[in-house]
């Protein structure tokens, strides 16, 4: 089982960034697939990024192309998610998730807590 602890939640103006950061337990995280996604009040969890076990290749969603940036440092276990140009709609807990087999696409069965992010226009 490994443990997943998202940080860097908080409330910032639109147009303001904020970086949330994922630190995850376990000697082969570095194999690991990572990604973040979200959810809004009243909505379903819906994907934001994914990064493959080198990070040499990422993904979005279409919602926070060229605004959010996925990276990760494997030598501190940590996957970070730069957000940029934040808009209300961005409001949600932001969740980091793992997949162990290093599948891409991931198919992520381990979960953090959560942060919230709150953006006020």
């Known amino acids: 089982q490994v443990q997943l602890v998202e940080s860097g939640g908080g409330l910032v103006q639109a147009g303001g960034s904020l970086r949330l950061s994922c630190a995850a337990s376990?000697?082969?995280?570095?194999?690991?697939?990572m990604g973040w996604f979200r959810q809004a009040p009243g909505k379903e969890r819906q994907f934001v990024a994914g990064?493959?076990?080198?990070?040499?290749?990422?993904y979005y969603a279409d919602a926070v192309k060229a605004r959010f940036t996925i990276s990760r440092d494997n030598a501190k276990n940590t996957v970070l998610l730069q957000m940029n140009s934040l808009k209300p709609e961005d409001t949600a807990v932001y969740y980091c998730?793992?997949?162990?087999?290093?599948?891409?696409?991931?198919?992520?069965?381990?979960w953090g807590q959560g942060t919230q992010v709150t953006v006020s226009s």
């Open positions: 990064s493959t076990w080198s990070g040499g290749r990422s």
């Open positions: 998730a793992a997949d162990t087999d290093g599948r891409w696409p991931g198919t992520y069965a381990n």
């Open positions: 376990g000697r082969a995280f570095s194999r690991y697939t």
